[in-house]
């Protein structure tokens, strides 16, 4: 008998400590951090296909789109902060509400933002980059295509890489956007391969729909190797991106 109940008790702690580690995993996606993948080029050279990401919610503060199936529990936004300018942020699509985005915050409201010949412009002031060099990359259909980098600094001294196929691709010649307010304006870091608040499909993205900013790589693979292909994870994983800060 005693045994029985022995195991029985076993039994119980047992899903009593699977009930609780999955409370406390639901705790910390909802209020701390939420892992992403990366599944586009938009953010290169920043961010790579096969990054998987670490985002702080609490970064700026909570909406109902911090909430797991973006129940409308929460009006408006409270507790966190602004964003920053250059700011790598998770939000969620203004068009639809559902579709989660990674870009760069370069607009804050009130500003205006345009791109001229291919270089930001913030308030009237030409954003200063600085040429790097040239790289190839395999575009889409795995075309070899050029694209040059540069090292862009924003007015508040925050510094990052961007690409550039040329400064007369679509959305390098923009109109003025008058950034409203509660509202930000978010560009790729892979300007001509982004869709971004310059196009009409994204536009400017209101203070809710921010998740939280981008922190930390945590995982890293190239693609090169399925599932099932152990004996591959080595040489497709990379391993240099681990822990890697985003900036």
Same mark, same amino acid.
């Given at each position: 008998?005693?045994?029985?109940? +022995?195991? &029985?008790?076993?039994? *119980? ?9 999955? %409370? ?11 892992? #992403? ?6 953010? %290169?050279?920043? %961010?790579?296909? *096969? ?15 911090s909430l797991p199936w973006n129940l409308p529990i929460i009006n408006g936004r409270f507790l966190g902060e602004v964003p920053e300018r250059g ?19 370069v607009g804050l409201p009130g500003d205006r933002i345009q791109v001229v010949d291919g270089i930001l412009h913030i308030n009237g002031a030409a ?13 889409? &259909? ?14 508040? &001294? ?40 310059? +196009?009409?499909?994204? *536009?400017?993205?209101? #203070?809710?729909? %921010? ?11 190239? *693609? +090169? ?23």
């Amino acid at each position: 008998m005693s045994e029985k109940k +022995s195991e &029985g008790g076993g039994i *119980g702690e047992t899903i009593r400590t699977v009930v609780y580690a999955v %409370l406390i995993a639901i705790v910390l996606r909802t209020f701390a951090y939420e892992p #992403f993948s990366i599944p586009s080029g938009s953010m %290169l050279p920043t %961010l790579l296909v *096969g990054d998987y990401l670490f985002v702080s919610k609490y970064s700026y503060g909570y909406s109902q789109y911090s909430l797991p199936w973006n129940l409308p529990i929460i009006n408006g936004r409270f507790l966190g902060e602004v964003p920053e300018r250059g700011d790598v942020a998770v939000f969620k699509l203004p068009t639809d509400n559902s579709t989660d985005y990674i870009k760069r915050i370069v607009g804050l409201p009130g500003d205006r933002i345009q791109v001229v010949d291919g270089i930001l412009h913030i308030n009237g002031a030409a954003v200063e980059r600085q040429r790097v060099g040239e790289t190839v990359i395999s575009a889409t &259909g795995g075309f070899p295509v050029r694209v040059t980098e540069y090292i862009e600094t924003l007015p508040n &001294g925050v510094s990052h890489r961007i690409w550039e196929r040329g400064d007369a691709m679509p959305f390098d010649n923009t109109r003025v956007f008058e950034v409203p307010s509660g509202h930000y304006f978010a560009m790729g870091d892979n300007r001509d391969s982004s869709q971004d608040s310059r +196009s009409s499909q994204v *536009g400017f993205v209101p #203070f809710e729909n %921010l998740i939280g900013r981008a922190e930390i790589v945590f995982f890293s693979h190239d *693609g +090169s190797a399925r599932f099932w292909e152990i004996w591959n994870w080595p040489t497709s994983i990379r391993f240099s991106r681990i822990f890697d800060r985003i900036e």
